[in-house]
């Protein structure tokens, strides 16, 4: 299995809290993702990470921010953790981009309640 | 309209029946399509990926049509054990997923 390690594992917290939730690999791969997870919606795209410092949006990005200063790490931050934003948050990692790229593997994910 | 589309489901089949999912993409730049399993409150797994010229691994076939842009997932001689969530994803390095299509082999 890939070496991709996310924390906390579960994580409850009051509406209005920041909170940031931590990807970690070992793989020194280039391509990092945040992805949530909610019934009836599937895997959407937060947010992702081509490179050291070098990221950009997905599909729902508002309310959330990310910072990549190694490699190895891909933090994710919810400014201000509203009830819409409870779902499981999952990580994962890709080797390259281009053509024929290598797919991407998941972390255990975070399971995140906004009370 | 989603960027990857798939029938929610679920599909339920018989042990041994041969089941197929289809998998619309929006995106014509996307380069990269691949199949994934997810079992209940786990991660993602990679099921396989999509050539273009097919390809096969043991039960499983992937299909890539790209004049009508959907990926195909063929499942010869179900078990209950692919019983499961199937995603597809296609992209170039930014990858989309669909909502899954969730099946349910019955004995």
């Known amino acids: 299995d890939a070496g991709i390690t996310q924390s906390p594992r579960h994580k409850v917290t009051e509406t209005g809290t920041p909170v940031t939730l931590r990807c970690h690999q070992t793989?020194?791969?280039?391509?990092m993702y945040w992805y949530r997870q909610d019934p009836g919606h599937g895997l959407r795209l937060i947010h992702y990470?081509?490179?050291?410092?070098?990221?950009d949006k997905g599909e729902v990005s508002d309310g959330y921010s990310v910072s990549r200063s190694k490699t190895e790490d891909f933090l994710l931050t919810l400014e201000s953790a509203t009830s819409s934003q409870t779902s499981v948050y999952f990580c994962?990692?890709?080797?390259?981009?281009?053509?024929?790229?290598?797919?991407?593997?998941f972390g255990n994910g975070t399971r995140l309640t906004v009370t | 309209r989603k960027e990857v589309e798939q029938d929610p489901g679920p599909f339920n089949v018989p042990e041994g029946a041969t089941v197929a999912f289809n998998c619309t993409y929006s995106n014509s730049a996307s380069q990269s399509f691949f199949w994934y399993r997810q079992d209940c409150r786990k991660e993602p797994k990679l099921l396989m990926s999509?050539?273009?010229s097919g390809n096969e691994d043991g039960r499983f076939t992937a299909q890539l049509n790209r004049a009508s842009q959907y990926i195909s997932l063929l499942i010869r001689d179900s078990k209950l054990s692919d019983s499961a969530t199937y995603l597809c994803t296609s992209g170039t390095y930014k990858y989309i997923f669909g909502t899954g299509t969730r099946l349910k082999v019955l004995a």
């Open positions: 990470s081509y490179g050291v410092k070098d990221t």
């Open positions: 793989e020194n791969h280039r391509y």
């Open positions: 999509v050539y273009s």
């Open positions: 994962a990692i890709s080797e390259s981009g281009g053509p024929y790229n290598s797919p991407l593997h």
